[in-house]
């Protein structure tokens, strides 16, 4: 059974660009939850989606989307990088909702400069 | 804002001491559960409490639930260096995870 992965590992970006990051869920989980965590702070919800379709959303503003596909993978995009946006984006499997646990991938560090 | 305050927020003790931190709220819980993150990496769970005033024990860490599901502490029994880390507890509300910002445990060989 392979855990939850994440990619890239790190990310270096400037003001205004776009990034993509990506998340592999752990082998039969289905559903898929986003998260920023700030240095020094915990990590706070962007959205999950559950069989392809978004199934609730943090207090983040449009520019921060995603996707989930067929096989449960799924994809962060923010479009107009900020600088607060730099973080580690954390993503977390879990079978199906409502669930109780979440299992988290190494994170992708994202730099916005 | 923190729908979870943990404290304290740093703590840094000799190996083979006891400690324990609280993760308060003001809001119930399904469940709650602690997790510990080493730096750069993502956080790993360590236990899921359900049942208000359950405890949970993990080898030298014990767990409590509160009785109204409104917070939690964890014990480290005789700490070890490898004990060092950001112990996290998220409550589940709505499918979806609200954190603490953490007890930063050092443990100094």
């Known amino acids: 059974e392979t855990g939850v992965t994440q990619s890239p590992t790190h990310l270096i970006k400037t003001r205004g660009q776009q990034v993509t990051l990506r998340c592999s869920s752990q082998s039969g989980h289905n559903t898929v939850s986003w998260y920023q965590q700030a240095l020094g702070q915990g990590p706070q919800f962007i959205f999950q989606?559950?069989?392809?379709?978004?199934?609730g959303r943090g207090n983040f503003p449009p520019r921060f989307s995603g996707l989930q596909f067929p096989n449960y993978s799924s994809e962060l995009n923010v479009n107009a990088l900020e600088l607060d946006d730099s973080a580690l984006y954390l993503c977390?499997?879990?079978?199906?909702?409502?669930?109780?646990?979440?299992?988290f991938g190494p994170g992708t560090r994202l730099t916005v400069l | 804002t923190q729908l979870l305050e943990q404290s304290p927020q740093f703590l840094s003790i000799q190996e083979g001491e006891n400690l324990t931190v609280y993760c308060n709220s003001s809001s119930v819980f399904s469940s709650l559960q602690w997790y510990r993150q080493e730096p750069g990496e993502g956080p790993v769970l360590l236990v899921t409490v359900v049942t208000g005033g359950e405890v949970k024990k993990l080898k030298r860490l014990t767990f409590q639930f509160g009785d109204a599901r409104k917070d939690s502490s964890l014990h480290i029994t005789a700490a070890q260096p490898g004990d060092t880390g950001l112990y996290l507890c998220a409550g589940t509300k709505s499918n979806r995870l609200a954190f603490g910002k953490g007890n930063q445990v050092v443990v100094i060989p």
């Open positions: 989606y559950y069989r392809e379709e978004e199934n």
């Open positions: 977390a499997s879990s079978w199906s909702v409502p669930t109780d646990t979440q299992y």
